[in-house]
């Protein structure tokens, strides 16, 4: 669970309990205040009872002014409350995740550097041992994308466009894994591959677009 997930749950329950406490001063301002008419409507006939009768009709104002004012406060708090849990969760869902944004993240860089090794693997300007261990790594790397699932506390369509851009990767970094060593002075091979890195980086931008990821900063940090 998320620290904005504790905090709606947190906001949610606290937001409850100032409900009922405003619903219990209320009913007990309501019954002072009846109470308050009862003994106006008393009259005394000795000094005495007169006195006595002001001070419990003072001591019942006084309550039901503080029972008042605390229906007030526990009305506001339960509203504060509320909705400040449901904009953690409306954050929560407008927003990626810790692991999904570092899952993107890593992304971008993989596809970079994919793409980077495909083109020296197809010229075979490096010796073929190297360019098959770099390109079977990095598959591997992108391949295993298929083991993530976009958080269920994302909006549906953010669920949607992370999982395609997932299962894009994933299909990616399979296929590569399966001719990995057919690349190697192979050009042809690894531009087919490399329009297909295009194609996944086309999920990838609807990413960056939903979520509004500033590409220029993840290119500063290569």
Same mark, same amino acid.
């Given at each position: 669970?998320?620290?904005?997930?504790?905090?709606?749950?947190?906001?949610?329950?606290?937001?409850v309990l100032a409900i009922l406490f405003f619903i219990l001063f209320l009913v007990l301002t309501i019954r002072t205040g009846t109470k308050l008419k009862t003994i106006s409507r008393k009259r005394a006939k000795t000094k005495k009872k007169k006195k006595r009768l002001r001070i419990a009709k003072k001591k019942l104002i006084r309550q039901k002014k503080n029972q008042r004012t605390a229906a007030i406060i526990?009305?506001?708090?339960?509203?504060?409350l509320g909705a400040g849990a449901f904009y953690s969760a409306y954050y929560?869902?407008?927003?990626?995740?810790?692991?999904?944004?570092?899952?993107?993240? %890593?992304?971008? &860089?993989?596809?970079?550097?994919?793409?980077?090794?495909?083109?020296?693997?197809?010229?075979?300007?490096?010796?073929?041992?190297?360019?098959?261990?770099?390109?079977?790594?990095?598959?591997?790397?992108?391949?295993?994308y298929g083991t993530k699932k976009a958080s269920t506390v994302n909006t549906q369509e953010g669920q949607l466009t992370l999982n395609r851009y997932y299962n894009a990767m994933k299909e990616l970094g399979t296929n590569v894994m399966r001719n &990995?060593?057919?690349?190697?002075?192979?050009?042809?091979?690894?531009?087919? &591959?490399?329009?297909?890195? %295009?194609?996944?980086k086309e999920y990838e931008q609807k990413v960056f677009k939903l979520y509004n990821i500033n590409e220029a900063a993840l290119n500063q940090k290569k």
């Open positions: 669970m998320t620290t904005l997930d504790w905090f709606f749950s947190i906001g949610l329950v606290l937001a526990s009305l506001v708090a339960s509203l504060l929560q869902a407008m927003n990626l995740t810790t692991d999904d944004s570092d899952s993107i993240s %890593k992304g971008y &860089y993989l596809l970079s550097d994919f793409n980077g090794e495909l083109s020296k693997a197809g010229s075979g300007s490096e010796s073929q041992d190297k360019m098959e261990t770099n390109l079977r790594y990095l598959a591997n790397s992108i391949a295993s &990995y060593t057919q690349i190697y002075n192979n050009p042809d091979l690894a531009k087919d &591959y490399q329009e297909d890195v %295009k194609k996944v």
